[in-house]
């Protein structure tokens, strides 16, 4: 079972504030994701990679920034966090091939005050 | 996001009865999977299933890609099959679309 490990679980900032979310899978997965959960819009694709260094935009990319320093990390940045951005944050990974599923992290729960 | 409708938004079952649950979609795919979700957030993945008929236990899903649709059914649902299930589909390989889930709520 592939292993996705986000940090922090839990995160409260302020607006204006700085957050870096962090995303670790084991099973050197090429794909990551992140995607934001809230009630009425399911899960929301924000950037997601297929790469070392690589970056793709996703549907909803306003207000963060994403990088992929190695196989296994993937970060997502709120540089100027707003309310609006609070949210249940989910990492996943996924290997090469139309057959393999997507795997979660734990996600992490941001508020912004 | 708009590629991808569930219904219902929720259900509430009583303990025993057999639940459907219904995605339709709006664009060719190559990938349907269905997904749990827990209460307390976390998801795992049931079915991977682009077309046809799959069973695991009590669950099966069905995907018919002319009618643009998948389901998932659960037989003699129990309380812990509580929760959120999600759809999501790919149109290419690279990036599943979730619709909003529906909430499942099974009391004893």
């Known amino acids: 079972e592939a292993a996705v490990t986000q940090s922090p679980r839990n995160k409260v900032t302020v607006t204006g504030g700085n957050v870096t979310l962090s995303c670790r899978q084991t099973n050197s997965h090429n794909y990551m994701y992140w995607y934001r959960q809230d009630t009425g819009h399911g899960l929301r694709l924000i950037h997601y990679s297929y790469g070392a260094g690589n970056l793709q935009i996703g549907d909803v990319p306003d207000g963060y920034k994403a990088t992929r320093t190695t196989q296994e990390d993937f970060f997502l940045l709120l540089e100027l966090a707003s309310p609006s951005q609070t949210s249940l944050y989910f990492c996943?990974?996924?290997?090469?091939?139309?057959?393999?599923?997507?795997?979660f992290g734990a996600g992490t729960r941001l508020s912004v005050l | 996001g708009q590629q991808v409708q569930q219904s219902p938004a929720s259900l509430v079952l009583q303990e025993g009865e057999n639940a459907e649950l219904q995605c339709n979609f709006s664009?060719?795919?190559?990938?349907m999977q269905w997904f749990y979700q827990r209460p307390g957030g976390s998801l795992v993945s049931l079915f991977y299933n682009p077309s046809g008929t799959k069973h695991s236990g009590r669950l099966t899903s069905t995907t018919v890609i002319k009618e643009r649709r998948s389901s998932l059914h659960i037989s003699s649902s129990q309380t812990t099959d509580s929760g959120t299930y999600l759809c999501a589909l790919a149109p290419n390989y690279n990036v599943l679309y979730f619709g909003s889930g529906t909430k499942l709520t099974v009391e004893p």
């Open positions: 664009t060719s795919l190559n990938s």
């Open positions: 996943a990974s996924r290997d090469r091939g139309k057959q393999n599923t997507l795997y």
